[in-house]
T-cell receptor
């Protein structure tokens, strides 16, 4: 089983749609969870950290379910500029060992 | 100016060449990383340095040799690479705050081995 698994997509949605991505992780001892965004041929950039209580940043909401070992990202009112690959990141062991999922590609169409 | 700077941005090298990738972070972080991103594959963690000490070596072939002279600089020395080593090499840095370390990436070096 992969340490971090994501549906590769692509998710093709119209502008204004709500879209959700899930990510599962295998190590129950993981403590840090993040969503990163990566545009084509660019470096990954931190989108948001994921806290146990869930957190929201504008149109983006992240949730953590420790019992089922998955994290989710919800994007409301999708914009064309949201088109990117969304990477789920989990620490394995030390806080510095950050393992990336393969990413979920989102395409927002006009 | 970005917080993490990588040079060169692009590199083409032959299989018998020796080259080095350089990374510098201006964020005051204590940890630095090398990741490899190949086409259609997830980012692969290669090495982690924490306070200049290597804490992770993710079974990386010896033709990749990291060097961390201080907590702001990280190098990846390359020699006798193979064509399948062609990829985007990303450097990142982070700082642990209460057990959480968010990584900030450089723009990467796109390496082609011919």
């Amino acid at each position: 089983r992969k340490e971090v698994e994501q549906d590769p997509g692509p998710f093709n949605v119209p502008e204004g749609a709500t879209v959700a991505f899930n990510c599962t992780y295998s190590n129950s001892a993981s403590q840090s969870f993040f969503w990163y965004r990566q545009d084509c041929r660019k470096e990954p950039k931190l989108l948001m950290s994921v806290y146990s209580s869930g957190n929201e940043d504008g149109r983006f909401t992240a949730q953590l379910n420790r019992a089922s070992q998955y994290i989710s990202l919800l994007i409301r009112d999708s914009k064309l500029s949201d088109s990117a690959t969304y990477l789920c990141v989990v620490n394995i062991g030390s806080s510095y060992k950050l393992i990336f999922g393969s990413g979920t590609r989102l395409l927002v169409r006009p | 100016e970005t917080g993490v700077t990588q040079t060169p941005r692009h590199l083409v090298m032959g299989m018998t060449n020796k080259k080095s990738l350089k990374c510098e972070q201006h964020l005051g972080h204590n940890a630095m990383y090398w990741y490899k991103q190949s086409a259609k594959k997830p980012l692969e963690l290669m090495f982690v340095y924490n306070f200049k000490e290597q804490t992770e070596n993710n079974s990386v072939p010896s033709r990749f040799s990291p060097e961390c002279p201080n907590s702001s600089h990280l190098f990846l020395h390359l020699h006798t690479l193979q064509p399948e080593d062609s990829a985007l090499y990303l450097c990142a840095s982070s700082q642990d705050y209460n057990g959480v370390a968010e990584a900030f990436f450089g723009q990467g070096t796109r390496l082609t081995v011919v």
